[in-house]
C-alpha cells in the first residue's frame, strides 16, 4: 500500500505545475485526497482537497489558481497550480482521509516544488 507525490521541479514564477498523487494497493477513488505543503521553516498548511462525492475545495493561497481532479483509471488525483508565486515553494505531499473535515490519516511522500527565477 502506497502513496507516491511526484511533479514538483523548478519553476519560474507566472508558471504552471501538475502534480500527481498515485496509489498502488487500495483505490483513490473510495477516499478523500488532501494535498498539503510545508516551507521550509513554516507550519504545515493546507491547499486542496477532492472529497470521495465529487467535491473540491481550495485554501485562500491557491483558490483561483489551482484544479484538482481524479483520474480513476490511472488511481491518481492531479493537482494543478497556476500563475505560481514564490511563496508557492514548498514540499508538497498528498493524503488521505474518510472527508476533507476530518483526519488524514495515510500520507506519502512529498514533492519539491520551488518557485523561483
Known amino acids: 500500500v502506497q502513496l507516491q507525490a511526484s511533479g514538483g521541479g523548478l519553476v519560474q514564477p507566472g508558471g504552471s505545475l501538475r502534480l500527481s498523487c498515485a496509489a498502488s494497493?487500495?483505490?483513490?477513488?473510495?477516499?478523500?485526497i488532501g494535498w498539503f505543503r510545508q516551507a521550509p521553516g513554516k507550519a504545515r498548511e493546507g491547499v486542496s482537497c477532492?472529497?470521495?462525492?465529487?467535491?473540491?475545495y481550495y485554501w485562500d493561497s491557491v483558490r483561483g489558481r489551482a484544479t484538482i481532479a481524479r483520474d480513476n483509471v490511472k488511481n491518481t488525483v492531479f493537482l494543478q497550480i497556476n500563475n505560481l508565486k514564490p511563496e508557492d515553494t514548498a514540499v508538497y505531499h498528498c493524503?488521505?482521509?474518510?472527508?476533507?473535515?476530518?483526519?488524514?490519516?495515510?500520507w506519502g511522500q512529498g514533492t519539491l516544488v520551488t518557485v523561483s527565477s
Open positions: 494497493g487500495f483505490t483513490l477513488d473510495d477516499y478523500a
Open positions: 477532492a472529497s470521495n462525492s465529487g467535491d473540491t
Open positions: 493524503a488521505t482521509s474518510v472527508s476533507c473535515g476530518m483526519e488524514y490519516d495515510f
